[in-house]
């Protein structure tokens, strides 16, 4: 995954995709060469506002240049 930029947003309740689960993910993929930026907001499950703000923001980064 050299190469690769990954955006990785979740709640840290999230009975789906675990803190810890996705804390791994992250980990993982970073180490196999992934740039990896998180975004992790209170709740669990599901898309909230403040997550597709954090979408926008780095879609918007990964075009800047």
């Known amino acids: 995954v050299s190469g690769v930029r990954l955006l990785l947003a979740n709640g840290v309740a999230d009975p789906m995709a675990p803190a810890a689960s996705v804390a791994h993910l992250a980990a993982v993929a970073a ?3 992934a ?3 998180r975004h992790e ?3 669990g499950h599901g898309i909230d506002g403040s997550d597709l703000a954090a979408a926008r923001t780095w879609l918007t980064a990964q075009f800047a240049d």
């Open 41 to 43: 907001r209170a709740g």
């Open 35 to 37: 740039e990896v930026t």
């Open 31 to 33: 180490a196999h060469g």
